[in-house]
């Protein structure tokens, strides 16, 4: 029993420093000068984002693309634009997290 609420602990820990983790690395990537996790800002709140891609198979590679290479149309009329600062791990570590959101 104490093993299994020690190993339940520690993986809490890390699950929480990795989603805290990958908000620094949306700030570190200046993703947060134009988005919030829940309101939106010039672009939409990432959980307006979660909700509109959830379920979808090719979302995580959409939305990669749009990371790396900007876009245009899906969210109105301000198109976003390409982020060369970021790396295609680090594209798919933040798009991992912007669809976790609720």
């Known amino acids: 029993m104490k093993r299994s609420l020690m190993l ?3 993986l809490s820990a890390l699950a ?3 989603a ?3 908000a ?10 134009c988005h919030a996790v829940a309101n939106k800002v010039v672009g939409p709140a ?13 979302a995580e590679a959409k939305l990669v693309a749009k990371v790396l290479k900007g876009g245009a149309g899906a ?9 060369p600062q970021v790396s295609d791990a680090e594209a798919h570590t933040l798009v991992k997290w912007i669809l976790a959101q609720k």
């Open 24 to 33: 620094d690395l949306a700030k570190a990537k200046n993703c947060m000068a």
């Open 75 to 83: 969210w109105g009329a301000v198109p976003m634009p390409a982020n």
């Open 46 to 58: 990432y959980k307006d984002v979660a909700a509109k891609y959830a379920g979808q198979k090719d």
């Open 8 to 10: 339940f602990t520690v």
């Open 20 to 22: 805290m983790a990958n």
């Open 16 to 18: 929480s420093s990795s």
